[in-house]
């Protein structure tokens, strides 16, 4: 029997051309997965649409655009048990780095074709659903420097330039960090609760390593003295998660626990999941395995070979499977 899905697609994500994609996205999927298109509009958002798939009793939802389209759908499979899966076509698609999720058009459809799902905890901010993190101060800032224009314009180079903005600008503030265990005071530039996050969210990497399944959330502290300081604890953080270690400067701090409550003088922005929602005082909490996503078969390994374009390029296999050829030559 054919699968059936609900496409939730954002005709004007990201910068490529909507209309190929979207028939890419027809051409790999429809020979086995039945599928109900919705777009969303600018009054219509992807989580009113997902919810009213939910309500339609539908069996799968595809969300395609970017981390904005994702994680507002995904709010609405929340709980649902509804198996969920992610094709990105936005900027910076943190979504789906965050979760090991391919973000070509065709391996992310190859992955939904595949069916296979893995539970991954959400969790909510001030009973906003929350799916990859929340920001407060430095974070927030970036997400509001790099404007729509920008993006445009620079792709994922806008936040990197809101961010050395944002630096120049630096401004601390006195944060209250309460757990179920304990309450910690301290003086920081950001606070970062993480429930999953992109290598590129460099403010999330205190600990060595995120992991979406463990019913944790995870909260990085970052508390440099002065711009110079900043910059070498942001770098060093790029550095450690890149290298899969915790972060040992002074300046850093991090903590794990299922549920935080932080409060900020001065009040702080908050941003989660890329999006500006309102301001501190926040209360996070995890519900794990609270979504069920389409996810690879095998975990994406950092690739150890590439070839291709190199010029005149000819592989030859010492050892050929039976039937195939021993020689391969792939021309541009
Ligand atoms: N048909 C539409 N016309 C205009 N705006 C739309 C339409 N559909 C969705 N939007 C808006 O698009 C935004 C979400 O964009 P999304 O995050 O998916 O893509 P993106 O901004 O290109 O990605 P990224 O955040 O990675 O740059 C929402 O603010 C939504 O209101």
Same mark, same amino acid.
């Given at each position: 029997?054919?699968?059936? *899905?609900? !496409?939730?697609?954002?005709?004007?994500?990201?910068q490529?051309?909507?209309?190929?994609?979207?028939?890419?996205?027809?051409?790999? !999927?429809?020979?086995?997965?039945?599928?109900?298109?919705?777009?969303?509009?600018?009054?219509?958002?992807?989580?009113? !649409?997902?919810?009213?798939?939910?309500?339609?009793?539908?069996?799968?939802? &595809?969300?395609?655009?970017?981390?904005?389209?994702?994680?507002?759908?995904?709010?609405?499979?929340?709980?649902?048990?509804?198996?969920?899966?992610?094709?990105?076509?936005g900027t910076a698609n943190a979504? *789906?780095?965050?979760?090991? &999720?391919?973000?070509?058009?065709?391996?992310?459809?190859?992955?939904?074709?595949?069916?296979?799902?893995?539970?991954?905890?959400?969790?909510?901010?001030?009973?906003?659903?929350? &799916?990859?993190?929340?920001?407060?101060?430095?974070?927030?800032?970036?997400?509001?420097?790099a404007?729509?224009?920008a993006k445009?314009?620079f792709g994922i180079i806008a936040y990197i330039l809101a961010g050395?903005?944002?630096?120049?600008? +630096?401004?601390?503030?006195?944060?209250?960090?309460?757990?179920?265990?304990?309450?910690?005071?301290?003086?920081?530039?950001?606070?970062?609760?993480?429930?999953?996050?992109?290598?590129t969210?460099? !403010?999330?990497?205190?600990?060595?390593?995120?992991? %979406?399944?463990?019913?944790?959330?995870?909260?990085?502290?970052?508390?440099?003295?002065?711009?110079?300081?900043?910059? *070498?604890?942001?770098?060093?953080?790029?550095?450690?998660?890149?290298?899969?270690?915790?972060?040992?400067?002074?300046? &850093?701090? %991090?903590?794990?626990?299922?549920?935080?409550?932080?409060?900020?003088?001065?009040?702080?922005?908050?941003?989660?999941?890329?999006?500006?929602?309102?301001?501190?005082?926040?209360?996070?909490?995890?519900?794990?395995?609270?979504?069920?996503?389409?996810?690879?078969?095998?975990?994406?390994?950092? +690739?150890?070979?590439? +070839?291709?374009?190199?010029?005149?390029?000819?592989?030859?296999?010492?050892?050929?499977?039976?039937?195939?050829?021993?020689?391969?030559?792939?021309?541009?």
């Amino acid at each position: 029997m054919n699968r059936s *899905a609900c !496409l939730i697609f954002n005709p004007v994500a990201g910068q490529g051309n909507p209309e190929q994609e979207l028939l890419e996205i027809r051409s790999l !999927l429809e020979p086995t997965i039945d599928l109900d298109i919705h777009f969303t509009t600018e009054e219509i958002d992807a989580d009113q !649409l997902a919810e009213a798939a939910v309500q339609r009793g539908v069996d799968e939802i &595809i969300a395609s655009g970017g981390d904005g389209t994702l994680s507002a759908a995904a709010t609405a499979v929340i709980n649902t048990n509804i198996p969920f899966g992610i094709i990105s076509r936005g900027t910076a698609n943190a979504f *789906a780095t965050a979760l090991g &999720i391919p973000d070509t058009i065709e391996a992310a459809c190859q992955t939904i074709l595949q069916g296979v799902t893995r539970d991954i905890d959400v969790a909510y901010c001030n009973d906003r659903p929350l &799916i990859l993190l929340a920001g407060i101060g430095f974070e927030a800032e970036t997400v509001e420097k790099a404007n729509r224009e920008a993006k445009n314009r620079f792709g994922i180079i806008a936040y990197i330039l809101a961010g050395i903005q944002q630096l120049r600008e +630096l401004q601390s503030f006195d944060v209250e960090i309460e757990t179920d265990e304990k309450i910690i005071k301290t003086t920081a530039a950001a606070v970062t609760v993480a429930n999953a996050a992109p290598p590129t969210s460099v !403010l999330a990497q205190g600990p060595a390593g995120i992991i %979406y399944n463990d019913g944790l959330l995870d909260v990085t502290i970052v508390a440099p003295v002065n711009k110079a300081g900043a910059i *070498a604890a942001t770098y060093h953080l790029f550095q450690s998660a890149s290298a899969g270690n915790a972060a040992e400067r002074d300046d &850093i701090g %991090y903590l794990r626990a299922k549920h935080f409550k932080i409060t900020t003088d001065p009040v702080q922005k908050v941003v989660v999941d890329g999006e500006l929602v309102g301001t501190t005082p926040i209360e996070v909490k995890c519900v794990p395995a609270g979504l069920k996503v389409f996810v690879p078969t095998v975990e994406e390994a950092e +690739l150890a070979e590439k +070839l291709e374009g190199l010029p005149n390029l000819v592989i030859e296999l010492k050892h050929p499977p039976e039937g195939e050829a021993e020689t391969v030559e792939l021309k541009e």
